[in-house]
């Protein structure tokens, strides 16, 4: 009795190791299936870098033109420590966060409306399609005259720029919705909200995300436009302030950030979609 007691406890002991180190090695997979995009999106930087670094070296360009990297890296520390940057990456932030959202709304109840109706479709389209094709950066001009050159202007053209991709992208997902999609909502028989909310939508999340990464984007195009012609404050104004005063050191450091800011809220854009489409990847 004490050796199959014994027995059991050995095998025990080796199914919960195989499990811990199953576990273990399946944690490993996924840590680097994580860091592997990462891994590949640091190529570039680390083929570039040298280059900088062998250009301004050799003064391939005078560094006037071309500052040296422990020149931008020390303008931002300076600028990290005297609040500076601070200062205007958050004015830039809120006014994309203020404009992309106002953009979003708006295009949102649009393209769903023009998903959902033909009728609203063939209304709206010949207008929106001609306002689409005007650049938001040809609107300032005109958006002076009425809204003058303080926040108000700068947050209707980021909110512009914002509002083309989501209109389109929201009503061709909804239009490109399966139509086997709508028929489990009939059998099931789904009154019109439910087969909005529950068949609908979930259905073209892929498109009205697609929709919202591209409007962050023009969003931000649009926002340093904008600075750069009416603006005292912001990463913009830095870019042409650093120009004027023929500072490419503080230049590049407005790129870096602009580009960083940039890429860290698409990858935020990116986890909320992932979050609302994991019914897909169970599915799966």
């Not at 914002?162 to 389109?168: D, G, K, L, R, S």
């Amino acid at each position: 009795m004490t050796s199959e007691l014994t027995i059991a406890r050995s095998i025990g002991r080796n199914v919960l190791q195989a499990r811990g180190s199953d576990a273990l090695a399946d944690w490993f997979r996924r840590l680097w299936r994580g860091a592997l995009p990462l891994l590949w999106g640091l190529v570039f930087p680390a083929i570039v870098l040298p280059i900088w670094f062998a250009g301004t070296y050799w003064g391939w360009l005078p560094q006037q033109i071309l500052p040296t990297p422990s020149e931008v890296w020390s303008t931002l520390l300076d600028m990290l420590r005297s609040g500076e940057l601070k200062m205007h990456t958050t004015i830039s932030l809120l006014r994309v966060v203020y404009g992309f959202a106002a953009g979003t709304a708006v295009g949102l109840a649009l393209g769903a409306a023009m998903g959902l109706s033909r009728r609203v479709d063939d209304y709206v389209r010949p207008l929106f399609t001609a306002i689409a094709q005007v650049p938001a950066l040809a609107w300032i001009p005109l958006a002076m005259l009425f809204l003058g050159i303080g926040e108000t202007l700068k947050i209707v053209v980021i909110a512009k720029a914002a509002f083309v991709p989501v209109v389109m992208n929201t009503s061709a997902g909804i239009r490109n919705v399966p139509l086997e999609f709508a028929e489990v909502g009939d059998t099931f028989k789904f009154s019109a909200w439910q087969k909005l909310r529950l068949v609908v939508l979930p259905g073209a999340i892929p498109s009205i995300f697609t929709g919202l990464r591209y409007g962050l984007t023009h969003a931000w195009i649009a926002l340093v436009s904008v600075e750069l012609v009416a603006s005292s404050e912001g990463l913009g104004y830095l870019l042409v302030w650093g120009r004027q005063m023929f500072w490419l050191d503080t230049v590049l450091v407005a790129m870096i950030v602009i580009g960083l800011v940039g890429f860290a809220t698409d990858t935020l854009l990116a986890k909320i979609e992932q979050h609302l489409q994991r019914w897909r990847i169970h599915g799966a």
